[in-house]
């Protein structure tokens, strides 16, 4: 079993920073092993990914529209994963979940079905 706890949502004007967290608990097997991604969900819409750290190496990938302007990181000491998102817009609003994928894939999914644990969510809204 993994846990997963969200925070650092919150209000924000369009333009403006919030850096979320992820703290990763319960498996015995080390944080490292586990690929961590990030996803939202808008109001009427379907949950879509966001971005991704990979097993191992760490090595990230993001959605389109949000490169250049998201940053995933993780310590693996801390058993924590971030997502520093800048120059947040409107339509940015919306419920963000980090989610764990415990197979160990040679390339990060971007599939939700791919990924095994889930926390509850953290809301962020982003006002015009």
């Known amino acids: 079993q993994v846990q997963l706890v969200e925070s650092g949502g919150g209000s924000v004007q369009a333009g403006e920073s919030l850096r979320l967290s992820c703290a990763v608990s319960?498996?015995?097997?080390?944080?490292?092993?586990?690929?961590v991604g990030w996803f939202r969900q808008a109001p009427g819409k379907e949950r879509e990914f966001v971005a991704a750290?990979?097993?191992?190496?760490?090595?990230?990938d993001y959605t389109a529209s949000v490169k250049g302007r998201f940053t995933i990181s993780r310590d693996n000491g801390k058993s924590t994963v971030y997502l520093q998102m800048n120059s947040l817009k409107p339509e940015e609003t919306a419920v963000y979940y980090c989610?764990?994928?415990?197979?160990?894939?040679?390339?990060?999914?971007?599939?939700?079905?791919?990924?095994?644990?889930w926390g509850h969510g953290t809301q962020v809204a982003v006002s015009s």
């Open positions: 319960g498996r015995t097997m080390a944080t490292i092993y586990i690929t």
């Open positions: 750290s990979s097993w191992g190496s760490g090595t990230p």
């Open positions: 989610a764990a994928d415990v197979f160990l894939r040679k390339s990060i999914s971007f599939q939700e079905r791919d990924y095994d644990y």
